[in-house]
């Protein structure tokens, strides 16, 4: 392809890195937007999220004694935290690629990740919403960190659906960029085209040319008559 062949957002002949114009993308602000919002549930849950009530020695969730709900909530947002800082890796790290086919598993994995973790915090808000509601006793528990897992696990979707968005406009584009620049020449139907001629031998007539007939000479040496030689 020529050097100024595009694909999936970026130049294929491995354009350099640009940190300002990388920190200043729409997909880089909500990337780390989302990076923050993880850090807050699973930092909330971890720090306020368990409390022992007077007669019980053992800590259990805030969330209505349901355990199950913050060890989803905490392995979801760690798992998102990871995965943001990889997919900035990623995205700053793409450009440099020159292979098209490399850049379309990146594109690809971010837009299957993203897709997957936006319906599992859609899971995650309804299930703490769903779990707070049911929480009678609330006495010693912190309700701001309560209200913060709600909240940034709703923020969340909002950001890994826009994430999911940028994933799939950048796979969309790169794939028409590859087919457009792999598409053949259109062809030009204002130029004058010739049928081919062919020759034809149905007419015999004077301008054909014909051989005559064979004659053998019985004489080589072009003489009348041949002696032979006397010795």
């Known amino acids: 392809m020529e050097s100024s062949s595009v694909a999936y957002g970026a130049s294929l ?3 350099g890195f640009d940190l300002i114009k990388f920190i200043k993308q ?5 990337r780390l937007l989302s990076w923050v919002f993880a850090i807050v549930v699973f930092a909330s849950i971890t ?12 800590t259990k969730c805030v969330f209505n004694g349901n355990d199950g709900a913050c060890h989803y909530a905490v392995g979801i947002g760690i798992i998102a935290f990871l995965a943001c800082v990889a997919f900035l890796l990623a995205d700053a790290y793409l450009p440099l690629m020159s292979n098209a086919q490399e850049r379309k598993y990146v594109v690809m994995a971010d837009l299957g990740f993203s897709g997957s973790w936006t319906f599992l915090w859609f899971v995650c808000f309804c299930l703490m919403a769903d779990q707070w509601s049911k929480t009678h006793n609330t006495s010693g528990i912190p309700t701001d960190g309560v209200h913060a897992v709600i909240a940034f696990s709703f923020f969340s979707i909002a950001s890994w659906g826009a994430l999911t968005y940028f994933a799939l406009v950048r796979f969309r584009q790169g794939i028409a960029d590859v087919t ?7 062809i030009d139907h204002t ?5 081919p001629t062919y020759p034809s031998f149905q007419d015999a007539g004077s301008d054909v040319y014909q051989q ?8 080589p040496s072009g003489q009348s008559s041949y002696q032979p030689p006397v010795y």
Do not use: M
Request: charged share 10%.
């Open 13 to 15: 002949a491995g354009a």
């Open 180 to 186: 457009h620049n792999y598409a053949d020449p259109p």
């Open 47 to 58: 720090a306020e999220g368990y409390v022992n009530g007077a007669n019980d020695a053992q």
């Open 191 to 195: 130029s004058p085209y010739a049928p």
């Open 212 to 219: 005559p007939p064979f004659i053998p000479n019985p004489d």
């Open 26 to 30: 729409p997909q880089t602000i909500i």
